[in-house]
C-alpha cells in the first residue's frame, strides 16, 4: 500500500524503516509498505521474520536494487 504521497524525498528505492510492521521503501510517488516479501523458490514471509534472519541487510538509508 501507498502510504504517503509527499514523503520526504528520498531516491526511490530508498529503505526508509524497516519493522514487523512493513518495510517502508522510497517510490517516485510516495512510500510503499512492504508487508510480505518471498525469495526465489521460497514461501511468503512476514517482515518480523525477515527483519530476524536480515536486519543487517535492511538498514535505512539502503537502496533497493534489482536482481535483474
Not at 526511490?12 to 510492521?21: E, I, K, M, N, Q
Not at 510517488?29 to 521460497?42: D, M, N, T
Amino acid at each position: 500500500c501507498v502510504l504517503d504521497k509527499h514523503a520526504q524525498a528520498a531516491p526511490p528505492g530508498t529503505l526508509l524503516t524497516a519493522s514487523s510492521d512493513g518495510i517502508d521503501v522510497a517510490t517516485g510517488q510516495g512510500v510503499l509498505r512492504i508487508l510480505q516479501l518471498q525469495f526465489p523458490g521460497g514461501k511468503p514471509l512476514s517482515c518480523a521474520d525477515i527483519l530476524h534472519a536480515k536486519r543487517d541487510k535492511l538498514m535505512p538509508g539502503t537502496l533497493l536494487q534489482t536482481a535483474c
